[in-house]
């Protein structure tokens, strides 16, 4: 039994100079000028106010060269094709599962886009059709690729590779999507003994290292069997790692993702997110990526 | 109810830990989260707390106003509850959504706050019959994550703490008429007596064992709860089981007695943060809303 009781801190005040010095990042708030040049294009995240260009989000001023957009810090997820994401069923329709992803509107699924058990070149039945709530159901977790982008912005996903499907047991962490740094591939075996996920719509999935996999379930089947306490003890942590990561607002890779972990170690799993804890291990993190990267 | 979608997977996964004693956060079964009170939020009341539970967030501001007793109780002033649930905390509480989830709330809060064993309710009575003090508890939900009860009735002993009525005397002029004047003086109130206010302790019932301080997602896998309101000194003032489900008798005594003994724990150190918060006084930041 244990209750943590206190007064709340006042948040450090970073100065503005100082942080775009260190970082060398145009940073702005909603309201702020960009340039009063107007040489330049309208991009996202900015609109025009009295002949101004001004930031409509907060976020990171990026240019391409007469293109001016603000990379908002905390949005929903605009996906591209190839991005690697993990969502939430919400509805079974006719030929198709709608997912939500974490966008401004829900993906969709379409049956065609799965593998089903029984191979590659195997034609989708009308039986199939009235099957699907048995191979995925309202509620249930899926990683999936972008296969393609609506003109509204909805997305198409699939999941053609034994990579991609069904999840089973283990936990999701949701953080920003401009939190998760795009790199060659999302899916990662970290050393500390448990596998990660992480999808560039800011969902995070963490789960005990599979052993072999089945082939033929072509990813549908979970495993019900009790997930063994060391490998719990390591999930929980990196959760609330990722949590304390996302809090400083660090971006999340694998080697960042490791880091914290081993910082952590000193500390209890449920102090981890104590505020000053998080402080130290986020700051210890930070040190080690800066001293690896030179 | 804010409600989330979990997937028969998950569910096993957080069942499982539950049984280990080992919760996806890394607690135990009988942890709370980190819990950050203040009070004095609100100027326009007389006494308010905003509580901060993982991300459940609620404020609480009292009002204390001049009514009339009730007639079965005429020298007792008494307490009236009212919780609005914000659409901040969820979509699904716009427009009427939250009503029912509120009225659930305040009618709970009122059975468990406004009796004479929680608060010297006699304290608040100005002439018997005539004139008593009420005060009008409102409750703010501006984040659900779990474990409302536990938050609001923390929220709702700190701003008990926190609240200042002001004095009154009863002059009477010579045809007998009865007239009430205010002190003048800001500082001239009385306070109420915090030592018999009950925190609220909900047990979850998540396969074989119970948790305490539930978050959403165990929320979702409990088929039951209890309710318990518990004093400092560790005395069970009110028992309440919600949820579809149903529990044995055995596991009823179970939760009874966990709910007693982490009752008992969580009053040490909230008084412990309200009387240093209050010797600080003027030295202390004051953190709000966007700290």
Known sequence: ?294 | MATVQVSEAEKVYIMHGVRDDLRVDGRGCEDYRHMEIETDVVSNTDGSAKVTLGHTVVLVGIKAEIGKPKPMVTDEGYLEFFVDCSANATPEFEGRGGEELGTELSNTLYKVFNNRNSIDLRGLCISPGEHCWVLYVDVLLLQCDGNLFDAISVAIKAALFNTRIPKVHISEDEEGGKEIELSDDPYDCMRLNVENVPCIVTLCKVGHRHVVDATLLEKACSVASLLISVTQRGTVTCVRKVGGGSLDPESIFEMTETGKRVGKALHAPLMEVLQKEESLEKKRQKVGFLG
Request: net charge negative; with cysteine; hydrophobic share 35%.
């Open chain 1, 1 to 294: 039994m244990a209750v943590d009781m206190r007064l709340p801190s006042v948040r450090k005040q970073v100065t503005d100079s100082l942080l775009s010095a260190t970082t060398g990042k145009h940073l702005v708030v909603p309201g702020d000028v960009i340039t009063s040049d107007t040489g330049f294009m309208r991009g996202h995240g900015t609109y025009m106010d009295e002949e101004k260009l001004t930031a409509s989000v907060a976020g990171e001023v990026e240019r391409v060269n007469k293109l001016i957009c603000v990379r908002p810090l905390k949005t929903r997820f605009n996906g591209e094709v190839g991005d690697v994401v993990v969502g939430r069923i919400t509805e079974v329709q006719q030929k198709r599962w709608k997912v939500e992803t974490n966008s401004r509107l829900d993906s969709v699924l379409l049956l065609s886009s799965v593998n089903l058990p029984g191979g590659e070149l195997r034609r989708r039945s009308a039986e199939d059709e009235l099957t699907m709530r048995h191979y995925l159901q309202e509620g249930d977790l899926i990683s999936a690729e972008v296969q393609s982008v609506f003109s509204d912005g909805a997305l198409s996903l699939h999941t053609r590779s034994l990579k991609y499907g069904k999840l089973g047991q283990g936990v999701l962490v949701q953080v920003s999507p401009s939190l998760v740094k795009r790199q060659k591939t999302h899916f990662h075996n970290l050393t500390c003994g448990a596998s990660i996920i992480l999808g560039n719509n800011g969902y995070v999935w963490l789960y005990p290292t599979p052993g072999q996999q089945d082939e033929e379930a072509g990813g549908y089947y979970t495993s019900m069997e009790p997930v063994s306490l060391s490998d719990r003890e390591v999930i929980s942590r990196l959760r609330n790692c990722l949590l304390a990561l996302a809090a400083h607002k660090v971006l999340l890779y694998d080697t960042s993702v490791l880091y914290c972990y081993e910082s952590s170690l000193s500390h209890q799993i449920k102090d981890i997110l104590k505020p000053e804890v998080m402080e130290e291990i986020v700051m210890e993190t930070r040190q080690r990526l800066m001293d690896q990267e030179g």
